[in-house]
């Protein structure tokens, strides 16, 4: 007993006492403290490919197969990238439901944290375009005026000339773009859903996909009004024709029917 307080006494066993308490912290610290960012990512990801995986197997294996591999209800999803998930589930087009001419949108059923989880199991099978981000989509530096040129040249034909939407042969349809997210837009281009041929960068570069997002944006937003007044719908010239038909001539008939009227009063009198 005598001893040991003795050696409380040293002028040295404060310091060994304070060394002995940091190499006992550090040690604590070294085995508690979270991984470094980059191991914390890679578990996120492969956490969320799990999810994605799980999810997978009840809503989509039954017609895409249980690997991703296809079947004869469904196509495969190697290589189809996040972007297509993204856009397919996103827009509510999948889980198909029945059978038809043309896969419709639907009600979107997945929350986008599932659809990240659906896309970055999808995209483990097979690499293939990443969800495009805001840089991408978003309207900084775009140029509306060649995004409408460009529409007018790339899309018009079976969208519209605003947009608008149209028929296709055989039951198929191109929809009207009004409200459509700028990302499953730009996703749309990407991927090619159905009917619709792709546009990959060396077609339409990063910047021009910007710019028709920017042109769709700008006659469609509800923000900006049409630049010659009353739109008739954007449908172009026959609706505007038409218009000029029905209303046009139909004043001027009334005006013919007015004077008539008036000339035969004048001549009773
Ligand atoms: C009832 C069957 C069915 C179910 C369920 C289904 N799909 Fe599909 N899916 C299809 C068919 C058919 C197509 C092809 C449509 C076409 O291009 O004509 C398709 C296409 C796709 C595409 C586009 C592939 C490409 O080449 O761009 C993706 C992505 C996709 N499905 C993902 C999913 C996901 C994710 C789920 C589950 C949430 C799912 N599908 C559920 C039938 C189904
Ligand atoms: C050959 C005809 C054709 C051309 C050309 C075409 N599309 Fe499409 N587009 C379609 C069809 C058909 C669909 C519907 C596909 C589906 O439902 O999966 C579609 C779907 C879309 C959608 C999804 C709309 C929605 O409601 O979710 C967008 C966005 C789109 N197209 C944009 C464009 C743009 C931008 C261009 C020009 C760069 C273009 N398309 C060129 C036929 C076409």
Redesign the pocket.
Same mark, same amino acid.
């Given at each position: 007993m005598k001893k040991l307080s003795a050696r409380r006494r040293h002028p040295l066993a404060a310091v060994v006492v304070l060394l002995l308490a940091l190499a006992a912290t550090g040690g604590l610290y070294a085995a508690f403290a979270p991984a470094s960012k980059a191991q914390a990512d890679e578990t996120a990801q492969s956490l969320a490919i799990d999810e994605g995986k799980k999810l997978?197997s009840v809503?989509?294996a039954?017609?895409?197969g249980t690997g991703g591999q296809g079947s004869s209800?469904?196509?495969s999803?190697v290589g *189809?990238g996040a972007a297509?998930?993204d856009f #397919? *589930?996103g827009t509510g087009r999948?889980?198909? #439901?029945q059978p038809g001419a043309q896969?419709p949108k639907k009600k979107v059923i997945?929350t986008q944290a599932e659809i990240d989880q659906?896309a970055a199991y999808?995209s483990s099978l097979g690499a293939g375009p990443s969800v495009p981000t805001k840089a991408e989509y978003g309207p900084d530096g775009a140029d509306i005026a060649k995004g409408g040129e460009l529409f007018r040249t790339n899309c018009a034909q079976c969208h519209n000339f605003t947009g608008k939407g149209g028929a296709l042969t055989h039951g198929k349809f191109a929809p009207d773009l009004e409200g459509v997210a700028p990302k499953h837009i730009y996703e749309a281009m990407q991927?090619g859903?159905?009917n619709m041929p792709s546009f990959p960068d060396t077609t339409l570069s990063e910047k021009n996909k910007k710019d028709i997002i920017a042109y769709l944006n700008a006659v469609n937003g509800d923000d900006t009004e049409s630049p010659g007044g009353l739109e008739l719908g954007g449908l172009g010239p026959v609706s505007e024709g038409l218009f000029a038909w029905v209303f046009g001539l139909g004043a001027l008939i009334a005006v013919a029917v007015w004077v008539a009227a008036r000339t035969a009063k004048a001549k009773k009198s």
């Open positions: 997978y809503g989509c039954s017609c895409h209800d469904g196509p999803l *189809v297509a998930v #397919q *589930v999948m889980p198909a #439901q896969i997945y659906l999808i991927t859903p159905q």
